[in-house]
Each structure stands twice: as structure tokens, then as C-alpha cells.
């Protein structure tokens, strides 16, 4: 591994809190490509040293959008959103009875097929919810993930990853060579730049969070950081959904699993109930 490599991980964990793995300078090298030739860098070291300065926000932005990984689906690991819509929606609707509004935040929202599906999964259960306040807000750090995720724009192929059917012909319109999720679907949703190594306090308090799959790519200190400010911005009795491949359990007890399809519920609420199957 190069010393400039080294210090490119370094840089890139501090702003972003993802951790890139000793063997993956070809890949980094491959990404910032684009960024190199489009600023004039003759290699990789004049951008690693522009980076670490951080004096131009739209390279930083650029670099970052280039190693984040984009990689999602609509409905993906499906269990999930059929716990969410069967078990934790009606948990929520009965914790929520008084108040009649619930929040929701897909975290690292990537291109936004999480938070559609969520809306559409709540859409699915209007008749419930009739005189409801629902909120969702969807956030990333790639600006470029969100701007395409704020478009609701997909090709063909996007659409048929984990899409049923009769999702796309309700919810979705053709447009040129692309299907774009219909109007009334994308104003269900606020979709904002937000890194998870910032102070979670200003976005509020959520009934339900989704950090799925983002975890994954933070070392031990700082998924335990995140984890904990995700405890305390869950509202009271509220759920805390992960990846298939991650957990919880190294947080120190702050949650507890309430199904094996990656469903918490932070330990500050009554004793978290196990979920019917």
C-alpha cells in the first residue's frame, strides 16, 4: 500500500467515516479517475493533497460521491418492508393512537429505492392510515445519490430489480427510455445531504428508522457512535431496521432484536416485544 493511499483512507474515514480497505487502492485509483482528469491532475497525489485541504467543497463532494457505493434495489431483502407493513405499522399505529402522526427516516437512502418502497408500503396501507401526519425523510452523502433519488427517474433494469408489477403500473409512469415515480409518491418525501458522522439532533425524532447496509462499511468505534445517536433519535417504542448482514448487539444494549430480519428496538422503551411470524 503507498503512503499516498494511506493517506487518502485516512482523509476519506475522517469525512465520511468509511472505512476502505488496504487492498482496494486499483479500485480508489479507478473511481477518482473521472475527478482526476476532470480537475487536471496529473495522478493521484495532487488530488489526495487537495482533498486532505478540503479548501474546494465541490472536489470533496466529488470525491465522495465517487467511492460512496450506490448499489441498492427497490423492496431489497423484501422481509424487511413485509415486517414493516405487517407487525411494526400496526405496533406504531396503536403506540401512536393519541398523536396520530408518525416519522420515518431511510438513512443513507442511497438512489432512493428505500424510501419509494417505504412510501409505497405506506401508500398500500392508506385506508389505516387516513387523518395521519406522516413524514419521510431520506438522506445521503453522496449529493449525486440524491439528486437522482429527488428525480425518482430509474431505467428499465432498476425497475425490475425487486419492483413487483403492479407496483411499477401504479405508482410509476413511462418517460422517454426511463419510468419515473409518479408525483403525488415523490412529495410524500424530503430528500436531503446528510452524513451520518454529523449530530443527528437537528433532523428531529423518528418512530421508525432505516439504516440498512451502511454499517457494513464503518470500523467497530464509529458504528457504535452512529448506533447511539440512532438510539437516542428513535422516539419512544420506536424500530430500528438494518442490513441482513449487520446488528446492533455490539452497541453496549442499546437495542434489542425484535425479529431475525434485522428489526430493533432501542432498549430506552418498554421491553422491546418480539414480533409475530
Known sequence: MSFIFARFRRALEERTGISLDAD???LAESRLSPVMRQHGFPDIAPLVDAFERGEDPSLVQKVIDAMTTNETLFFRDRTPFESFRWHVLPDLLRRRSAERSLRFWCAACSRGQEAYSVAMTLDQEARALRGWSIDILATDL???AIETARAGSYSHFEVQRGLPTGHLLRYFHRKEESWRI??????RIEFQDFNLLWDFAPLGAFDA???RNVLMYFEPETRRAILGRLERALNQGGFLFLGASEGASEAGG???PVSGDGVWQARHAEAPQKLAV
Open 254 to 256: 442499546m437495542f434489542a
Open 24 to 26: 482496494k487502492e486499483y
Open 182 to 187: 409518479n408525483e403525488h409518491m415523490r412529495a
Open 142 to 144: 453522496s449529493t449525486s
Open 209 to 211: 428508522i432505516f439504516c
